[in-house]
């Protein structure tokens, strides 16, 4: 939830920036069947049933929208519309393990969509990034804090047809940048975890570890590691500059708040000791 992001499937992702100028975003409209073009919005329109949750599913997000007054949440969920509906519309996509599998894609658009009802009706989006912002309310923020999140229509054997996210995450405060980056890579997830100070405004890298499937022998510690674990997991405090990593991170690179990835990972314990401990790594400073 990259320090580079590197997505390891044959398949391509839709890779969506979520680095938008958020202010001058204008709602994502409804699906307009005289204009479709991709084959997923096609049988949309040419199915009565998806039609109609199509439908109750734009009413509901309009109907969010008018009631969400923050500006910043407003936003977000423009964003967070907009990508959604781009992910649908390039339809299930079959790789890897799924490439046999023969669900009728009628039944996976009508899944996602209904899914995305529930959770514009019962107005989950507000309420994740009001989450969000509680937990960061005592980060000093910056230019280098905010989310880049990546999302697909998750098939089997690595989902259930469900529209997941995944990404960069990144809290800022004073001098300190303290990361987390989701990698998936063959049904499985690796966290890269990251500490970088500012040095003359540029992000230089302090101390990175990662747990997960595709962890480096940087394991990072965990406070309910067993005693063998203990004595090997550690943060690498002489990590190697990364030339492709530090562009990535920059003043309108992301999104304050994110409501289709949520608060997990931003309140992990190692996250707040990233920002706050007087030394971290611990007697690494």
């Not at 975003?25 to 949309?44: T, Y």
């Not at 996210?165 to 809290?171: A, F, K």
């Not at 920059?250 to 190692?270: C, H, L, N, R």
Request: hydrophobic fraction near 35%; include cysteine; charge should be negative.
């Amino acid at each position: 939830m990259k320090l580079g992001f590197l997505v390891q499937m044959r398949h391509v992702f839709l890779l969506l920036p979520c680095a938008l100028l958020l202010a001058s975003l204008s709602p994502a409209r409804a699906l307009d069947c005289a204009k479709v073009s991709s084959k997923a919005e096609k049988l949309i329109c040419t199915t009565p049933e998806l039609k109609s949750a199509d439908e109750a599913m734009s009413d509901a997000y309009f109907r969010l929208l008018r009631q969400t007054s923050d500006p910043e949440f407003h936003a977000a969920l423009i964003m967070s519309q907009r990508r959604w509906l781009e992910v649908r519309a390039s339809g299930p996509d079959r790789f890897g393990a799924a490439e046999n599998n023969k669900t009728d894609d009628r039944e996976v658009l009508l899944q996602v969509t209904r899914d995305r009802l529930k959770f514009l009706q019962t107005a989950e989006p507000v309420r994740i990034m009001a989450q969000e912002r509680e937990i960061m309310s005592k980060d000093g923020g910056g230019s280098f804090a905010g989310y880049k999140s990546y999302c697909v229509l998750q098939p089997p054997p690595y989902g259930s047809w469900e529209y997941q996210c995944w990404g960069e995450v990144h809290r800022q405060h004073s001098n300190r940048i303290c990361s987390s980056v989701m990698e998936w890579s063959s049904g499985h997830m690796t966290e890269n975890r990251s500490m970088r100070v500012l040095k003359n405004g540029k992000p230089q890298p302090v101390a990175t570890c990662s747990t997960g499937y595709a962890s480096t022998n940087e394991q990072c510690p965990e406070p309910d590691d067993d005693p063998q674990t203990r004595a090997t997991s550690h943060w690498n405090t002489n990590p190697n500059p990364v030339p492709d990593d530090s562009p990535t991170l920059g003043p309108g690179k992301f999104s304050k708040y994110d409501p289709d990835v949520g608060p997990e990972v931003i309140k992990q314990s190692w996250m707040q000791d990233c920002l706050f401990a007087p030394v971290f790594p611990p007697h690494a400073e």
